[in-house]
Structure formats: structure tokens, C-alpha cells
């Protein structure tokens, strides 16, 4: 185990838009996080080791894996190269944080599970929604019980964000999948990890448009039950304007009160039992990025298991599975 005095040092494998975001909420642990870069392109690697004050760049993943002086790696590539490198990684006998979706398959994760308990080594799945405040407040809300029975969760993330051509995610061979898989897999996360546990789920897809440079399908509405007998619905698109360019509310409805807040976090208003409450569950780390590194630093100097472990995200996983067995073949527009 890493002592709790020494720095966890860990090393970004990919140096591209996540990476930043991830970079910039380590600010805040100096003396607890050190982060290396490396990037298939030296002066890549480079250009992020000096701006985001590293310890060392790398010209390719290998050379990160195998240096004796790393703890662990973050691998923020495309999804296609998770698995690979996971095994390298858990191979030199390094811990991980993968970004998700982690792997396409549950066959995927069964492989990773088996190498990790071999290795002995902590992986995280970055889930950062299962950190942020607002997922916090919320299963805090409902385990208190201020609206009462559950009824109904309805969640929305629906914005228009095209990709342009070039974009890695419009090819579902490096992405995993389609938009709801690559990105949408984020809020199927949010709505089931509130307490109530979702338990069965279909999928529906409109008709993809063929139009414009972003080829992906980048629409899915699910609808679901949780087993405390309330059901849900998750609307999920990513070419349909919204309010401000990305407001968005969903609620929760109980039998005593409802739950109404912004989708990424800003503001939750509770009426249920008691006096109405408005609440801004927190800016400081609206996005969970900084709980998350928390818990996985606490988790290997510890030896315990992070909140979003593997198994967590097999559970995710196979309601994804669900989701796109569900789906019956598109018929096409009506001529």
C-alpha cells in the first residue's frame, strides 16, 4: 500500500480534452496527487507535463506502464484501447482509473476483474456523476424520506452538441458504441444510483438523421423500474436544442413531495415534507471529479473498495445490455 504520507503517483495515458479536465481538479491536491503525461506524441506529452506542472512526459503508453516510479495510471483514451491497456497496466502491477464506458462488453469486465484480483491492485471506474454533490443530495433527499414513496424519476439530458467528421466518437468501433453508450451511459448511471435500484429497462431509439457531419446516433429514451416499485424514464439526446444551450430539469415524484433539479447540478428544489427547500448542492466540485480522485487515493492506501468499483459498473453495464437487446430493428422513415 502507498503510505499516507507519500503522494499517489500517477500517470495520464492520453492527452486530449478529458485529461485537461481531469488536470485541472487535481490542482487542489498537490501534496497528495502527482500526475505525469503520456501521449504517443512527445511534445504532446510534454506540453501537458509543463502546464499542468508534471513530474515527467512519456512518448508512449509502454514507457509509463513500466516506470517503477508510477502507482497508477488514468487511461483517457477512446474506449477501444481500455482494455489493453487495463491488462498492461494491472500486469506491471499498477492500479487504475479508467474512464467510462470502460470497456464495451461484459465480457470485457470479467476478463479485467480476474487480472485485477491477480494483481491485487485497485480499479476505478471514473464515474465521476456517482461523486458530485447533486447525486450526494439526492440519495441523501430520498433516504430521508422527504417526498415519500417513490413513484416516478423522470431524467432528462437532452441538448444539441454535434460532433464534427473528424471526431473519434462518430466511429463506433473506437467509441463502444453509439452517443447513449459513449456518453448517455453518465445519466443511466445518475439514475440508478440514488438508493432504488433498477431492476428492469428497456430502450427506444428514434429514427437516426443522416444529416450533417456528426453520423452517430445520438438519440435513446429508456424506461424503467426500480425495485422499490416506482418507474423511471431517461430521455437522452445530443442533437435537440435546450434552454441556455444545456439547462435541463428532471424531477423525482413521490407520493408526499417532489424533487425538481437541474440535470448537471446547479439547484434542487425539494417540496415534500416540511417547508420548501431550494438548495445548490455545490460548485466547489459540482462535477465529483475531485471525490472521485479522493476515493480512489483513499482506496489504495487503505486496500479497501472504491464506491465505483468494477462490480459497480457491471451493473451499469448489463442495464446497457438490456437497453440494446431490447431494441427491435428501425423500419425507416415513413414514405
Known sequence: MTPMSAPLRIAFLGCGFITRVHSRNLRRFRNEIVCGYASRDQVKASEFCGKYRGTGSYGDYAAAIADPNIDAVVIAVPPAFHLNLTLQALAAGKHVLVEKPAFPTMGDYEVVRAARDRAGRVVLIGENDHYKPLAIKLRQLLAEGVIGDMVFGHFSSIVKRLKTADDWRNDESMAGGDAFFEEGIH???????????????????????????????????VAFRYDNGAVGSLYYSR?????????????????????TFE???????????????LIFPGFRDMRGYQAMYRDFRQSIVNGTVPEMSLERAMEDQRLMDQIYGSQTPDPGPRQ
Open 239 to 259: 442533437e435537440i436544442p435546450s434552454l441556455l444551450k444545456g439547462l435541463r430539469l428532471s424531477k423525482l415524484f413521490g407520493r408526499k413531495g417532489v424533487i
Open 187 to 221: 445519466w443511466l448511471h445518475l439514475a440508478g444510483c440514488l438508493g432504488p435500484k433498477i431492476t428492469s429497462i428497456t430502450g427506444f431509439q428514434p429514427t437516426a438523421s443522416p444529416e450533417g457531419p456528426d453520423r452517430r446516433t445520438k438519440s435513446m429514451m
Open 263 to 277: 440535470s448537471n447540478g446547479v439547484v434542487l428544489l425539494a417540496r415534500g415534507q416540511g417547508l420548501p427547500r
